[in-house]
């Protein structure tokens, strides 16, 4: 995910094996706590539920608390092993209506996108146009 100067603040990362794949996340300490980790979860799991993916996991440290919340808010069954943690959760196969839904949000995000870029388009030219002082 971008802030409104493209900048990256959040992604996530998937790793795909036959039948399983496994996430990570990241999100920028300043854009903690606003769902963005949640939204690129939900985002990446409906993207491999629509591919045939069964299941996916998280692997952790204990310690990560936010992960393990993002976990347990998701339905994910924890696995505690010492100081290291896994989260399965097992994906319902894909319907037409999970394709339109990955469909949709992926045309919502590309125009959010674009009207990123236009702004930042915008102000670059306003720069270029505007009285020396």
Request: aromatic content about 8%; some cysteine; overall charge neutral.
């Amino acid at each position: 995910m971008h802030d409104d100067n493209l900048r990256l603040v959040a992604v996530v990362h998937v790793a795909v094996t036959e039948a399983s794949a496994e996430l990570g996340l990241s999100v920028l300490p300043g854009f903690r706590g606003d769902g963005l980790g949640s939204e690129l979860f939900a985002r990446a799991v409906m993207h491999l539920r629509n591919r045939g993916i069964r299941e996916v996991f998280i692997h952790c440290v204990t310690e990560n608390a936010a992960i393990m919340h993002l976990a347990r808010k998701h339905g994910m069954r924890l696995v505690y092993d010492g100081s290291e943690s896994d989260a399965y959760l097992e994906l319902a196969p894909s319907t037409p209506q999970s394709i339109f839904a990955e469909w949709y949000q992926e045309q919502q995000a590309q125009a959010i996108q674009a009207m990123r870029r236009n702004n930042l388009f915008g102000r670059a030219l306003m720069g270029l146009f505007a009285a020396p002082r």
